[in-house]
T-cell receptor, first 110, second 116 residues
């Protein structure tokens, strides 16, 4: 059964550093999303992406965040200058209609 | 008022019993409703979705939707210890006509514990 994959599974970085989180969507899916979940809290929407452009973004998704699909397969989330409060699980989800989640990347900002 | 509300639990049931998980939502325009299961440290796993009022059954799971009351529930029959997880209720918030643009709004989840 096709699955969404994400790399890396765990990323540790220093505050102020840039990180790129990668996602490989299910092959026939056209809609892509990033969510995050801070430890012990609910899953929160960050951004949705379709046809090579952002379709919606949340208040969390400020100028430090960006997304792109550089090669037609990978879907990436970049955080330019990480903050301590960016520490969370980041989930990629892809959809034709119902959204399926990848295994997540645990980001730890020190 | 929270957009999607769930009792955080834990809900404890013995093995073989029916577990009943509830969720309410605030936006009457919501049209699609989802139940995800999340094991500790893992990602949400889609187990049920429902779009129309009434019941929808899939194996041991039944989703129930009452749009008038803005209420969604999930019943798990013959609960097993492996069902112990956090169950997330999620609602699609409409933004455009195209359903693909709709983001999911999650509740905080209900932790279910099934004891052997």
């Amino acid at each position: 059964e096709p699955e969404v994959t994400q790399t890396p599974s765990h990323q540790v970085t220093q505050m102020g550093q840039e990180v790129i989180l990668r996602c490989v969507p299910i092959s026939n899916h056209l809609y892509f999303y990033w969510y995050r979940q801070i430890l012990g809290q609910k899953v929160e929407f960050l951004v949705s992406f379709y046809n090579n452009e952002i379709s919606e973004k949340s208040e969390i998704f400020d100028d430090q965040f960006s997304v792109e699909r550089p090669d037609g397969s990978n879907f990436t989330l970049k955080i330019r200058s990480t903050k301590l409060e960016d520490s969370a699980m980041y989930f990629c989800a892809t959809a034709v209609d119902e959204q399926f989640f990848g295994p997540g990347t645990r980001l730890t900002v020190l | 008022q929270k957009e999607v509300e769930q009792n955080s639990g834990p809900l404890s049931v013995p093995e073989g019993a029916i577990a009943s998980l509830n969720c309410t939502y605030s936006d009457r325009g919501s049209q699609s409703f989802f139940w995800y299961r999340q094991y500790s440290g893992k990602s949400p796993e889609l187990i049920m979705f429902i779009y129309s009022n009434g019941d929808k059954e899939d194996g041991r799971f039944t989703a129930q939707l009452n749009k008038a009351s803005q209420y969604v529930s999930l019943l798990i029959r013959d609960s097993q210890p492996s069902d112990s997880a956090t169950y997330l209720c999620a609602v699609k918030r409409p933004r455009r006509q195209n359903t693909g643009f709709q983001k999911l709004v999650f509740g905080t989840g209900t932790r279910l514990l099934v004891s052997p």
